[in-house]
């Protein structure tokens, strides 16, 4: 294996609580970009720590090429970081920039090094991520979340790494972002292992390989069971052909073992027959004297001797046979289903549900846009997906939506191109930042917006929403950002009253596939009107988009 490999051998990691995490882990990365899988909570962000040695495994080896470098997954969470701190490059700038201001200071000059271009090095890198004269001092939080991530994809450019770990890298990047991350892997993956922590279906889907974590098994909440690593060569879409292959094989096992059962059942019962009619005809020739006492009495204790030992062998083999069924059984993955009634949701068709007009600056240019695009109308249970570039004026047009009647935006940045002439009341929303009470539960979440209802609808309707027995007592600040989604998300579903347009903006951020799949299953039982935003086309289709609004051809 080349040194410029990324080696995992024997890898097992357990919390300081003995909670296990990972098991016998074993796996190899060399140059190529590599998918990393698995649901939320089966230990992604554990396998990256312990691969850059944040942790240190009880068992196994980790060989990784250095520098490696790690661009995380919600930038935002820094909000007051600077533009130069998520490059990596902040202590570098600051030093040069004092010893521009006449500091002499030896540990500035031992800080700089060999990098007195710093500040070309960070404007051309910018440059190249399509934020061509960015203030490297600007905090990351006044910046939309697209242009966050293109600020870290500079600092790879920045940081020459000899391996990379990207963890969601294409989470609210446009069509632009997506083909200038497209193009950095096409530069990197010839050269160094670049290993992707990722949801989306279409950066999986160029990958040389696919890692997933296979999960843990849990008992009453609590991990039993460490999970284990399963490497598949190829592209998600060869993963997912091994995978229902597997299926395949585990459903024809259960059949086969349900089949025996069946088998060893009917020859229990058909020897339980037998020994009740020997029984009988036994019992019937003692009557009618036809042995001897004594002869009678042995032959009788004979009988049952062998009908027991047969008893007990077709006991075992029965028994032989549920194991085997069970065994089977626990190959099958099976995906549970949501299974949730909104008709209180329903809007009826032609019902007026949103308006937007365009604004005075724009309906006055020498071009005139075309109706649909100048006077926007969304009616009845219309699913329409809004688009356009980052810094387009999506987030600002659904604040606008969001806002009370006659209520007077503030000064916006960007712009939005519409005012907004009419909205229903009844309107829930999903913001990109999921924020909810830490200490809350799960069901104290979902009353607040429906404080008419009792407790146990409440926990009949989670349920249907897969929010099982004590899952609604857990408390919000112990769940991962996925399970958070869906605490929200069915907040705003089983609201009173019931949201007749539901707004979602970048719901599948941070979503693992299984919590997309879950959003996807949610959203078909909803009867209103939705509003997306999402980059994601793979969740535009699945979620029955009928029409675009892209902002992109109205302009600002």
């Known amino acids: 294996m080349p040194t410029s490999a ?125 934020l061509p004269g960015l203030d490297p001092h600007r905090r990351i939080g006044e910046l939309s979340g697209g242009q966050a991530v293109r600020v870290a994809l500079a600092g790879i450019h920045l940081a020459r790494p000899k391996a990379l770990i990207l963890d969601e890298p294409t989470n609210s990047l446009d069509a632009a972002g997506r083909e200038l991350l497209a193009a950095l892997l096409a530069e990197l993956r010839g050269r160094i292992p670049v290993l992707v922590v990722s949801h989306d279906r279409t950066l999986l889907e160029e990958c040389d390989t696919i890692t997933g974590l296979v999960p843990a098994q849990f008992t009453r909440g609590h991990r039993a069971v460490a999970a284990t690593l399963r490497q598949v060569e190829g592209p998600y879409s060869v993963w997912e052909q091994t995978a229902s292959a597997e299926q395949n094989t ?27 009619r020997d029984a009988r005809r036994g019992a019937r020739a003692e009557r009618e004297g036809r042995y001897a006492p004594l002869a009678a009495g042995n032959k009788k204790r004979a009988a049952q001797r062998t009908a027991a030992r047969r008893r007990g062998v077709h006991s075992e083999r029965e028994e032989a046979a549920r194991e085997r069924l069970e065994q089977a059984q626990a190959g099958l993955a099976v995906r549970p289903q949501v299974h949730l009634e909104l008709p209180e949701t329903s809007v009826a068709a032609g019902t007026k549900i949103v308006e937007l007009q365009i604004s005075d600056e724009l309906a006055q240019r020498e071009e005139p846009l075309p109706t649909e695009l100048a006077h926007v109308i969304l009616t009845g249970p219309e699913r329409v997906r809004l688009a356009g570039a980052n810094g387009s004026g999506k987030s600002t047009l659904i604040r606008r939506i969001l806002a009370h009647p006659g209520e007077v935006p503030p000064a916006e940045a960007p712009p939005s191109p519409y005012t907004v002439r009419f909205r229903v009341p009844e309107t829930g929303h999903l913001p990109q930042r999921i924020l909810l009470d830490p200490e809350a539960t799960v069901l104290s979440c979902v009353a607040a917006s429906n404080p008419g209802a009792s407790e146990q609808q409440l926990r009949d309707r989670l349920a249907a929403l897969l929010f099982r027995r004590e899952e609604v007592f857990a408390r919000v600040g112990d769940l991962s950002g996925g399970e958070r989604l869906r605490v929200a998300l069915a907040r705003e579903l089983l609201a009173a009253p019931a949201p007749r347009l539901l707004i979602l903006d970048e719901p599948t951020n941070a979503l693992d596939l299984p919590t997309v799949d879950w959003l996807v299953d949610a959203l078909s039982t909803y009867r209103g009107a939705l509003l997306l935003v999402t980059h994601d086309d793979d969740l535009a289709a699945r979620v029955g988009i009928q029409r675009t609004l892209d902002l992109n051809a109205v302009g600002t």
């Open 250 to 276: 585990a459903r024809r096992r259960v059949r086969e073992a349900a089949a025996e059962l069946d088998r060893q059942r009917r020859e229990r019962i058909a020897l339980q027959t037998r020994e009740a």
């Open 6 to 130: 990324i080696t995992i051998h024997d890898l097992t990691f357990s919390w300081p609580d003995s909670t296990p995490c990972l098991d016998a882990a074993d796996a190899a990365w060399g140059p190529g970009l590599h998918g990393i899988i698995g649901p939320n909570g089966s230990g992604k962000t554990t396998l990256v720590r312990l691969i850059t040695g944040d942790l240190t495994p009880a068992v196994g080896a980790v060989s990784a090429p250095t520098p490696i470098h790690v661009m995380p997954q919600d930038l935002g969470v820094r909000a007051e970081a600077r533009v130069a701190e998520v490059l990596g490059a902040a202590g570098t700038l600051d030093a040069l920039e004092a010893v521009i201001a006449g500091s002499a200071d030896p540990a500035l000059y031992e800080r700089i090094g060999e990098d007195w271009d710093i500040e070309e090095r960070i404007a051309s890198a910018l440059a190249r991520a399509g």
